[in-house]
Nanobody, 114 residues
Framework: VQLVESGGGLVQPGGTPTLFCAAS????????MGWYRQAPGQQRELVAE???????TYGESVKGRFTISRDSAKNTVTLQMSGLEPEDTAVYYC?????????WGQGTQVTVFS
């Protein structure tokens, strides 16, 4: 599968950008689709995931601020972000998961600056 992210860039604190991920195949071929992020010097961490049944899981630091959704007709996954903080600065990766195996996009940089 190929995963292509878009929508990153420079954002002011409190901004509401949206990230998009386009998958090259049916997203229901995977147990879950999601977003992870990695800041410099830190491990990659879960941002949000949506499983085949529609259940969503969020990282603690983004709960209530970010929303993941999907469009099965377009094979896309979207991350709506709000209330951005400098600590949200990272490379955001789209993921497709089958059990414990992950497939990754190339990542898109989100930089929160004032």
């Amino acid at each position: 599968v190929q995963l292509v992210e878009s929508g990153g860039g420079l954002v002011q604190p409190g901004g509401t950008p949206t990230l998009f991920c386009a998958a090259s195949e049916n997203i229901f071929n995977f147990n879950a689709m999601g977003w992870y992020r990695q800041a410099p010097g830190q491990q990659r961490e879960l941002v949000a995931e949506i499983n085949v049944g529609g259940t969503t899981t969020y990282g603690e630091s983004v709960k209530g601020r970010f929303t993941i959704s999907r469009d099965s007709a377009k094979n896309t996954v979207t991350l709506q972000m709000s209330g951005l903080e400098p600590e949200d600065t990272a490379v955001y990766y789209c993921s497709a998961r089958i059990l414990s195996r992950f497939y990754w996009g190339q990542g898109t940089q989100v930089t929160v600056f004032s």
